[in-house]
């Protein structure tokens, strides 16, 4: 399956009050595992930033005003997202300001639903961890994901971060689907126009120290609650009759 992780930046919090895209970063994976293409493209949003939104991004009107508008790379955009499966962080926010855009350039183009399925981290993260902070940053710490070098938001950044959270997020799931063998992964993706060799490693979570102390701690009440615990192999009395 091709997904794109997908964030946007923006010069404020509600498309409605006219606010627009000034950043869009896409990564893409194959088979959960991330292909080395990606799409990243500043925008010229042509109204000021909200009070706030540019101290977020570190983005300015001076930095943007030599950058395309959405009209000039929409079709380049959409390309690279045509049929994909998109994975978003909060993905209300992002879509309705990626239609907004959209629906200024005619009604020929749709929505981004019209082209792709979606994937509401943040609907996952919640049902995974009821009533917590699922914030991008609150999962990262949650699910051991580096991420020190997020100084601002930006949206490739984020995106790359996002992979590494969804994969944590949902590393329970097995793929779904027949295995090919060697010969035939390698003719889907070729198929799919993918080069096999810039596929990169799956990102690997591994437990902090304190979840490992966390995970020992409740052991040990089960063992003083149950008397024995089975993966500590057979009892001494058990072990005496074998």
Known sequence: MRQIILDTETTGLAWQKGNRVVEIGCVELFKRRPSGNHYHQYLKPDVDFEPGAQEVTGLTLDFLADKPDFAQVAEAFLAFIDG?????????????FLDNE??????????????CTVVDTLALARERFPGQRNSLDALCKRLGVD??????HGALLDA???????????SGQDDLGFDLGEEGSAAALALAGFDPAKLL???RVQATASELEAHAARLERLRKKA????????????????
Do not use: C, M
Not at 84 to 96: K, P, Q, R, S, T
Not at 160 to 170: E, F, H, N, R
């Open 102 to 115: 959209l629906s200024k350039l005619g009604p020929q183009f749709g929505k981004i639903t019209d082209r």
């Open 147 to 152: 991420n020190s070098h997020r100084q601002l």
């Open 160 to 170: 790359q971060i996002l992979g590494d959270v969804y994969i944590a997020l949902t």
């Open 84 to 96: 994909a499966e998109l994975i978003i962080h909060n993905a209300a926010f992002d879509l309705g």
């Open 201 to 203: 490693p799956r990102p």
């Open 227 to 242: 008397g024995h615990a089975l993966w500590d192999g057979p009892k001494q009395e058990e072990a005496a009759v074998a």
